[in-house]
């Protein structure tokens, strides 16, 4: 097979349930080494094509069309499971989005990535198997691989695992990868580590690489083409850099528009695919480059605290945290073994004054969620002072936090997970009303949910569904107002945008914005996404390993970091404009 000759080739793909479409009609074609971004908000088709080019639809669903790939007869829609289960693994590679649900949690990492050359006979022997199994955790820059090939899928971290599916995925040398979001569980450094290493390895084996995600950032920097995918069709294909700073298709300029957090109307607002007529791309000569600090503190330099504004104000501080301390003990890990402490909190302070939004921005194990359920009087600390609209957690009972649930209310990351599914939306929005002290009848309670489902902008006719028949921004529309029903001074949001497609997203986004300023509330907003909290945030906190090692002016924080772990934060953060703008300098640098 030549370079330029079609390494997979996609004619006339559809896929069925009983009569309806789900996908239409799709077309394209990947050369060796290509690499393709398939990109659309969920319930475009992305998964449903990449399951039929592995033969792996699920029951009920039914494809018609042609896949051909290079040194195959076969046509892959047609094709029968015995002649697919020669190809997948061995000419065909796939990385999950969730590596800890595809592997085996009863096999160790080494013998996962053995068996898949064990299963295609690509090696001599297990000991040869077993042997390629530590180079390739070598070559993915597993630390100790040997050992690593001996750990089981629960003892190695969540990049960590990402690493194991990538090396089973490269392990018979595929002419093709096939990649399911599989950074969108990552911390952003890890997210960057994995990008990375996936970008290297098929640039280096030549491999061709369909690259499925919705994040655009990330399909700037990895692809070289895009295909545009809505309601089960291919809308719009071409260049990432010609899609990108110059969409035709109406669609994509909406994904574009509500991808870019650095770009609002006219009123402030951020776009989305609805109000992006206006929108301006990004263009080759003006993207900005990525933020870098100028003299970064030595990492054991002092703690630095946040703090209120220069401008000194009288104003009592809404929350105040003085040298929060959070200690777990975490039981034995074996027979003789020890308890171990685990640090979720070391010395915390910060206030936040009224009408404030703070950002608390840290990754996986910094103490983000410990900080907030003890805010939330869910938990308490170990020693120190937390003060919420001048209520004391720390020591307080359950019956004297009661003042303190109505001043202060949670948004939570997954409205599914955190919605009762056998409730009606109106019981949902009405039940934080259900304490002592309160005195609202029924009527007054459902014309309450009436008004605050209008705020948040669904119609009254929503109070007699479930969960269930709401779409997910819908659904966390519905989180939030019943977090604002009993008017609370601080608004909470953990992570309330994580789980949405960007063009949900900017549309939360922009109602969190709105609600805030109309309901004068002070939010604190805790997000692994730096762009999100630097949209929406005016000051920002950030946490590593229980400690706040940088605080202070969203902007400032951001253009000028002082510490270097903000600093990396910043570097591994993707932003569309930097990566097309990177990307186009990169390919001129190469001409």
């Known amino acids: 097979m030549t370079a330029n000759e079609n390494l997979l080739s996609v004619e006339g793909l559809s896929v069925f349930t009983g009569d309806a479409p789900l996908v239409t009609d799709v077309n394209f074609s990947l050369a060796r ?20 080019l592995m033969g792996l639809l699920p029951d009920g669903l039914h494809a018609t069309g042609n896949v051909r790939m290079a040194g195959h007869d076969a046509n892959f829609v047609t094709a029968s499971d015995a002649v697919m289960r020669r190809i997948r693994g061995r000419d065909i590679g796939m990385v999950f989005q969730e590596p800890l649900t595809a592997l085996n949690p009863l096999m160790r990492a080494g013998a996962q990535v053995a068996e898949v050359m064990l299963q295609h006979k690509t090696v001599p022997s297990r000991r040869a198997a077993n042997a390629k199994a530590i180079e390739m ?7 100790d691989p040997a050992e690593a090939a001996r750990a089981y899928p629960h003892q190695l971290s969540g990049g960590q695992r990402q690493r194991v599916m990538l090396a089973m995925a490269l392990a018979n040398d595929p002419g093709l990868l096939l990649a399911d979001e599989p950074t969108t569980a990552l911390d952003v450094t890890v997210q960057r ?3 990375d290493l996936v970008l290297e390895s098929v640039v280096e084996r030549g491999t061709g690489l369909l690259f499925i995600t919705h994040d655009l950032a990330v399909v700037a920097n990895m692809c070289t083409r895009v295909l545009v995918m809505n309601n089960g069709r291919v809308v719009e294909q071409g260049r990432t850099e010609d899609i990108f700073t110059r969409p035709q298709h109406p669609y994509t300029r909406g994904l574009l528009a509500a991808s870019d957090l650095e770009a609002t109307d006219s009123d402030g607002r951020l776009f989305t695919v609805a109000s992006a007529a206006s929108y301006v791309p990004p263009t080759l000569d003006d993207a900005p480059e990525a933020p870098t600090a100028s003299a970064p503190a030595p990492a054991d330099a002092p703690t630095p605290q946040a703090t209120e504004s220069e401008a000194e104000t009288d104003d009592a501080p809404v929350i105040e945290v003085k040298d929060l301390t959070r200690h777990y003990t975490r039981g034995r890990s074996s027979l003789r073994g020890k308890p171990v402490t685990v640090k979720a909190l070391q010395d915390a302070n910060f206030r936040v004054m009224p009408g404030e939004r703070l950002g608390v921005v840290g990754e996986s194990g910094s103490g983000k969620s410990t900080l907030l359920r003890i805010l939330a009087g869910l938990d308490q600390p170990t020693s120190g002072s937390v003060v919420v609209s001048g209520n004391e957690v720390a020591g307080a009972r359950e019956s004297d936090l009661v003042q303190l649930r109505q001043q202060l209310q949670i948004v939570f990351q997954d409205p599914m997970g955190s ?7 109106v019981d949902i929005i009405t039940e934080p009303l259900l304490v002592p002290g309160r005195d609202e009848t029924p009527a007054r309670r459902r014309e309450m949910a009436a008004e605050m489902l209008q705020a948040v902008g669904l119609s009254a006719d929503a109070l007699d569904r479930y969960p269930h028949q709401f779409s997910g921004g819908q659904r966390q529309r519905i989180s939030i107002a019943r977090a604002l029903i009993c008017r609370p001074r601080v608004l909470v949001a953990d992570e309330p945008v994580s789980a949405l497609d960007v063009s949900v997203r900017a549309q939360v986004l922009n109602l969190l914005a709105d609600l805030v300023d109309a309901y004068q509330l002070t939010l604190v907003f805790v997000s692994h996404d730096l762009a999100v909290v630097r949209h929406l945030c005016d000051k920002v906190v950030v946490m590593q390993s229980g400690v706040i090692v940088e605080a202070g002016e969203t902007e400032s924080v951001y253009t000028d970091p002082q510490h270097p772990y903000t600093a990396k934060l910043i570097a591994s953060s993707m932003n569309l404009r930097s990566e097309i703008r990177t990307k186009h300098l990169a390919a001129e640098v190469t001409a």
């Not at 955790?137 to 630390?143: C, E, G, H, I, T």
């Open 137 to 143: 955790l070598a070559s993915v820059k597993l630390p």
């Open 33 to 52: 080494g290509e690499r393709i971004g398939l990109i659309g908000e969920s319930g475009s088709g992305k998964s449903l094509t990449t399951a039929s």
């Open 419 to 425: 919605l009762n599914p056998r409730m009606r939306v």
């Open 193 to 195: 580590q994995v990008l």
